[in-house]
C-alpha cells in the first residue's frame, strides 16, 4: 500500500479523537532498532520532527498517553522511510507481544481461551483510550476465533500490526502456530474490524 505523505493526511490523522500509551510507541521504536539499528531509530525520530511531530523515543514514559493520530503518523512514516510490507507491520506487532510489560502483567492470566475472551476487552483499553475490542467467537473443536475491534479507524498499517499481535497472543495462550487475517475493515466500508484466527 503507497501512501504519499502530504498536509492533509497528517491532518486527518492527527486529528483522529483518542490516545495511544506510549509503551505502544516504545515497542515500535525498539522494533526498528531490531531491524534497522540505532541509525534507523535516528532516521526515524528525524523524519517525524521533520514533519512537526518529533518523538523522542528513548524518553517516552510507557505508561503516558499520546494522540492516537500520532501513532498513525508514525506509522506511515515508517512505511515511507523502511518500504515496510504487510509482513512487515505484522512481525511489528508480533514483535509487541514479546516485549510488552502491560501483556505479560495479563499473560499470567490468560491461562486459557475462555479467560483470554473475558480480559481482552480490558487489555485493549491498557492500550488505548478509545474502541472497543470483543471476543465475539471462540471454536475450541474447530480451532478458530474471531476478534472484534468497534468504534476504531487508525489506519490500514496498524490493522496489519494488528494481524501479527493479536495472532500472537492467541499462540501464546493455545501454544501452537496461528494464523491472523482481518477479514473485515472500516476502511473497506465495514462497521468494524474482525480478525480471524485460526490455530
Known amino acids: 500500500m503507497e501512501e504519499k505523505i502530504t498536509k492533509e493526511l497528517l491532518q486527518k490523522l492527527i486529528e483522529i479523537k483518542g490516545e495511544s500509551r506510549g509503551a505502544s510507541f516504545k515497542a515500535d521504536g525498539n ?19 521533520e514533519l512537526g511531530y518529533p518523538i523522542k523515543y528513548k524518553e517516552m514514559k510507557a505508561t503516558d498517553f499520546f494522540p492516537l493520530g500520532l501513532r498513525g503518523i508514525e506509522l506511515v512514516v515508517i512505511r515511507e522511510l523502511f518500504n515496510f510490507t504487510k509482513e512487515d507491520f505484522a512481525r511489528m506487532g508480533t514483535f ?3 516485549t510488552s510489560l502491560i501483556l505479560k ?17 480490558e487489555m485493549w483499553r491498557k492500550y488505548y483510550t478509545t474502541g472497543d475490542l470483543e471476543v465475539t467467537e471462540f471454536n475450541k473443536e474447530e480451532k478458530k476465533g474471531i476478534l472484534s ?9 496498524h490493522c496489519q500490526l494488528l494481524e501479527g499481535y493479536f495472532g500472537n497472543v492467541i499462540k501464546m495462550v493455545v501454544g501452537t502456530p496461528t494464523v491472523c487475517e482481518e477479514k473485515k475493515c472500516t476502511f473497506k ?3 468494524s474490524h474482525e480478525f480471524y484466527v485460526k490455530w
Do not use: C, W, Y
Not at 32 to 42: D, M, R, S
Not at 106 to 121: E, G, N, R, T, W
Not at 149 to 157: E, Q, R, S
Open 31 to 49: 522494533f526498528i532498532v531490531k531491524e534497522k539499528g540505532e541509525e534507523g531509530l535516528v532516521k526515524l525520530e528525524e523524519r517525524m520532527a
Open 96 to 98: 509487541q507481544t514479546k
Open 105 to 121: 502483567l495479563f499473560m499470567k492470566f490468560f491461562v486459557s481461551l475462555d479467560v483470554l475472551s473475558k480480559k481482552a476487552p
Open 149 to 157: 475491534v468497534k468504534n476504531f479507524a487508525l489506519h490500514p498499517f
Open 189 to 191: 466500508g465495514d462497521e
